[in-house]
């Protein structure tokens, strides 16, 4: 069976979590590095899936969902969502690191995101209203899949009325930043280890 993209279905739930752990360290595989392998996608992935069903697409064949586009159409009401309904729950189970910043493992640091959040710059989400986050394991890389499942999303969001896409991607990470770059992301923005990408919508 070839891949095939295909929007998402509750029972996919458990494939975003473990796709955004095994791509979770600069979109290698992140099982390493965490002790929690579920803190990556409660921060990362779930959400969109549970919140924005219409937004999220995943790529399968026939060993499985092998990659996913997730996005936010309004980031501040995902936002205002996810604070009524997603991070206090995450909350009680994960309290916020007290030891200093120094001595934080990377669990600490993933744990620390889920306090103290914004949905990000007024600007920028003025311009860019929506956010994405995508993620394909290897064996459904550089076959065409990451610009499809972009185009199926950017689609999704131009017909819901989004003027705009944005995402945030680590610096590191830099066969990404070349993808970004060759469909035609804009670079919008440089943070300290992490580049802010946008794409005007709709797109053609
Ligand atoms: N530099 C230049 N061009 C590139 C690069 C690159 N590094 N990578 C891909 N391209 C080009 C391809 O050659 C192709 O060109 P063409 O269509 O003109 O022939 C085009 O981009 C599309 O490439 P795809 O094959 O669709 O790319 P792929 O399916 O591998 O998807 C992705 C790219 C999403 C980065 C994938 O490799 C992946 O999931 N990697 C691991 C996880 C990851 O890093 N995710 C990003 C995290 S950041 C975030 O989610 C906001």
């Known amino acids: 069976m070839p891949f095939r993209i295909r929007p998402y279905r509750p029972g996919d739930l458990d494939a975003l979590y473990d796709i955004c752990l095994l791509t979770g360290d ?10 929690d392998p579920k803190l990556l996608g409660h921060v990362y992935a779930a ?15 026939e060993l499985g969902v092998a990659g996913y586009v997730i996005g936010a159409l309004d980031s501040r009401a995902f936002e205002a969502t996810l ?23 990377p669990d600490d ?11 990000g710059d007024e600007a ?8 994405l986050h995508i993620d394909l394991l290897p064996r459904a890389q ?26 945030g991607v680590g610096a590191r990470n830099t066969r990404a930043v070349g993808f970004y770059e060759h469909i035609g992301f804009e670079r919008l923005a440089e943070k300290p280890g992490s580049i802010v990408f946008g794409m005007k919508l709709p797109f053609d």
């Open 109 to 119: 640091r993933i744990i620390n995101l889920l306090y103290g959040r914004s949905a």
């Open 26 to 35: 600069s979109g290698q595989d992140a099982s390493g590095l965490y002790e």
């Open 142 to 167: 550089g076959g065409g899949n990451g610009r499809k499942l972009m185009h199926t999303l950017f689609d999704a969001l131009a017909r819901a009325g989004s003027p705009g896409v944005h995402l």
């Open 124 to 131: 920028l989400l003025d311009a860019y209203p929506s956010h």
């Open 83 to 105: 604070e009524r309904e997603w991070w206090p729950n995450l909350r009680e189970q994960y309290p916020r690191p007290t030891k200093p910043k120094e001595d934080w493992t």
């Open 47 to 61: 959400a969109y899936g549970i919140f924005q069903p219409e937004f999220a697409f995943v790529v399968d064949d």
